[in-house]
């Protein structure tokens, strides 16, 4: 009788084990660098609404991956960016450009659109920006004949927020996605325009450890 307690004790131990659940691997983010080109122009209307001429500028920051869900991720990113604009008239020989320096903190939101790792995704969500700096310049027959900087003492409205929204590929170490971003707040008060810039990104993503999906039998 002790002898088949024990093995029918075995065998219940046996089946409770094989029927444990699966343990859920943890999700793990990435990191890295992130560079991209930006095009930068004004706005009196939003997205695609252009006052004036693109001005190309440089995009370098650093990219933070954490995970809430298999499909979903936080992307928290700090990049330096240019912002401004371009004016050309050439019936009168003049060419004028406002660079705008900011430090820009975008809080976006990814969402994959297949449940195996890497492959397309959908970002969006607010940034805000820091004035750094600013230049005016002004061409007359390809001629520089002004050279200004912003006085930022007098701007009391160096911060600015926007909105953000862009798609992507990505796979294990290497993604890039397009964006536009508009401000939602004026950057100037008495002339209500909006700063946008559509960039395109590239980012090298370090650490994390690929979300391997199981297929279901």
């Known amino acids: 009788m002790r002898c088949l307690l024990l093995w029918s004790a075995f065998l219940i131990g046996q089946f409770a084990w094989a029927q444990e659940p699966p343990k859920k691997e943890p999700l793990y983010g990435h990191h890295g660098p992130r560079i991209g080109l930006g095009m930068a122009t004004q706005s009196t209307g939003g997205l695609f609404q252009n006052t004036n001429d693109l001005l190309l500028g440089p995009i370098i920051g650093w990219h933070f991956e954490i995970p809430l869900h298999p499909q979903v991720i936080l992307q928290p990113e700090v990049l330096w960016m240019t912002k401004g604009f371009v004016i050309r008239n050439p019936a009168q020989g003049v060419r004028s450009r406002s660079t705008f320096r900011y430090l820009e903190v975008p809080l976006l939101l990814k969402i994959s659109t297949d449940k195996q790792p890497d492959g397309m995704y959908l ?21 520089l004949n002004t050279d200004v900087k912003y006085d930022l003492g007098s701007n009391n409205n160096r911060f600015q927020f926007s909105a953000v929204l862009g798609m992507g590929m990505e796979g294990p170490k290497w993604g890039f996605d397009v964006r536009a971003q508009t401000s939602v707040t004026p950057f100037e008060r008495l002339i209500r325009v909006q700063n946008v810039v559509y960039a395109l990104t590239f980012s090298y993503r370090m650490g994390g450890k690929p979300l391997v999906v199981q297929q279901e039998d």
């Open 123 to 143: 970002i969006g969500g607010p940034s805000m920006g820091y004035f750094l700096s600013g230049r005016y310049q002004q061409w007359l027959n390809g001629q």
